[in-house]
């Protein structure tokens, strides 16, 4: 599943260049690492349009493995309350920004909530961090931001991947 031998792949994770000028590597404790492994294992799970990629669900039985060698224990992601007030200041202030100096319509505004919703509710959690995972889901997802399957939304079990 690694693109090269151990080396090779640890020394591709300490060069910043290659993760792009916002991209942030930090240490994580295991009881953690698991917990948020495990979480989004469970948030794909629920997912109603799946997400998959060349190495994704083919290598979710080695990531659920490793979890499983970790420590139980730790905090999954941590999520950021957003009320109305801080919603409001985080639009005026990219609206003000030199990224929107043409944008500042109703519709642009809408669109803008939009994003704010699922950035706030499903990506990260926090709508200033993004992932191309997210973007992808978000671009192909419908007008709903990812609606989720559950036997209570009477839309069935969530649908497990193949892993053949």
Do not use: Q
Not at 57 to 85: H, K, N, Q, S, Y
Not at 125 to 142: C, E, F
């Amino acid at each position: 599943m690694l693109p090269g031998d151990i080396d090779e792949v640890l020394t591709a994770f300490e060069e910043p260049s290659d993760w792009g000028d916002d991209a942030i590597l930090s240490d994580i404790d295991p009881t953690s690492a698991r917990a948020r492994a495990t979480e989004a294992i469970h948030n794909a799970d629920i997912s109603f349009f799946p997400l998959t990629s060349d190495k994704w669900p083919t290598c979710r039985p080695l990531i659920e493995w490793v979890a499983r060698l970790l420590p139980d224990g730790g905090r999954g992601f941590i999520r950021l309350e957003r009320d109305d007030e801080a919603r409001a200041t985080l639009t005026e202030a990219f609206f003000a920004s030199s990224y929107a100096k043409k944008l500042d319509g109703s519709d642009h505004r809408d669109l803008l909530d939009s994003i704010l919703s699922f950035g706030i509710a499903w990506a990260l959690g926090d709508p200033l961090h993004w992932g191309p995972i997210s973007v992808d889901a978000r671009r192909s997802g419908p007008s709903s931001p990812f609606p989720t399957r559950s036997a209570a939304s009477g839309l069935g079990s969530p649908r497990r991947p193949s892993t053949r």
